[in-house]
């Protein structure tokens, strides 16, 4: 396979030392998203994630729970935990994209 002219900008060599580069904050980065909070607030439940979407706690207003209406709590949980996973996939693909060396020619190695 032939590489584009001017690949990377640096030749070669540069490229390369961007992609090693990359690769070393890739690998630091599921250990700081793991220390990232992500608060979430549906108002009478609460929930916190981390930033690579695990649930750490779960809080329900007693206040909220009707033991004839269950279905209130179940869709107020339900958001709270699809908006928990959508902010921490959104916080990780922000991340990775910061990551990613800018390399011109690297979108025709289909990469």
């Known amino acids: 396979m032939k590489l584009p002219k001017n690949f990377g900008g640096k030749g070669f060599a ?4 961007e992609a090693q580069a990359a690769m070393s ?10 220390q990232e909070r992500i608060p979430i607030d549906k108002g009478q439940v609460h ?3 981390t930033g690579t979407g695990e649930l750490l706690a779960l809080k329900i207003d007693p206040a909220i729970v009707d033991p004839e209406d269950t279905e209130t709590l179940e869709d107020l949980i339900v958001s709270a935990l699809r908006d928990g996973y959508t902010q921490a996939t959104a916080l990780r693909n922000a991340r990775v994209q910061a990551i990613m060396p800018n390399i011109p020619g690297m979108d025709k190695l289909g990469l």
């Open 25 to 34: 904050q890739a690998q630091d980065l599921e250990e700081t998203l793991e």
């Open 14 to 17: 540069g490229a390369l030392q």
């Open 47 to 49: 929930a916190m994630f």
